[in-house]
């Protein structure tokens, strides 16, 4: 098995399923790729279908979208989404919510985790978004996580892939300075902290390559 990623700094995508296969217990060769440099878009594309990062490639069958790579390492791994049917059911649409929602905050507060830009990035549609991920973040503690099960500090107890889902958001939140109140800035905190989170973020710190159109605030 490999997984294809881009620049770890950068890459929101590669981000969300490289922690699925990580918690998947699956073992894979990590094949990094800088993004927007000569050659890499045909690096890619000897890989990856789509030209894009991530792809999942288990022998020989690609997978190169990061919810679909989540759902196919599910099958592997069944851990990966919640065992009772309601909060699966929740974990399955709050993830397909983050995969194609917050399109402004996605533009405005990009994923880059070596720079401080606390107050950057801010307007009436990004706080529109913010409050809805805090949201779902409060309801899927409230509901499925602190009561329901108390086995993590995760959306819905233990480690999922909808934490996959929601990590670069977390990533986000710190570099742009963003404090969530109540059950919604535990569960940032339990994110920041674990271990693949922090083993991710010290690989972006030791990147070298830079990518101006990425580093929205100098």
């Known amino acids: 098995m490999k997984l294809i990623i881009g620049n770890k700094n ?3 995508w590669s981000l969300r399923a ?3 296969a ?4 699956q073992q894979f060769e990590e094949i990094r790729i800088a993004l927007f440099i000569p050659g890499s878009r045909e690096r890619i594309l000897s890989h990856s279908p789509s030209g894009k990062v991530p792809c999942l490639i288990d022998h020989g069958l690609a997978i190169w979208d990061s919810l679909a790579i989540c759902e196919y390492l599910a099958e592997k791994a069944p851990g990966l989404w919640p065992a009772d049917t309601a909060a699966r059911a929740i974990a399955r649409a709050v993830s397909a919510e983050m995969h194609s ?5 996605r533009q405005h507060m990009t994923m880059n985790i070596r720079k401080d830009y606390t ?4 307007n009436a549609a990004v706080d529109a978004n913010i409050a809805r ?3 779902i973040w409060n309801d899927c503690r409230e509901r499925f996580g602190t009561r329901a099960n108390p086995a993590g500090p995760y959306l819905f107890g233990a480690f ?22 109540a059950a919604a ?3 940032l905190d339990a994110m920041l902290a674990h271990p693949l989170m922090q083993e991710w973020a010290a690989a972006a710190n030791a990147e070298s390559e830079s990518i101006p159109s990425e580093d929205l605030y100098g």
Do not use: N
């Not at 990580?22 to 217990?25: E, H, P």
């Not at 107050?119 to 801010?122: D, E």
């Not at 977390?170 to 570099?175: E, G, V």
């Open 185 to 187: 800035g535990e569960y």
């Open 10 to 12: 950068y890459s929101s």
């Open 133 to 135: 991920i805090e949201a």
């Open 101 to 105: 929602g917050f399109t402004d905050l």
């Open 18 to 20: 490289w922690l699925a």
């Open 22 to 25: 990580k918690a998947s217990g």
């Open 119 to 122: 107050g950057q990035g801010h």
């Open 160 to 181: 999922s892939a909808a934490d996959a889902m929601y990590a670069p958001v977390c990533f986000r939140f710190k570099t742009y300075g963003v404090r969530p109140a």
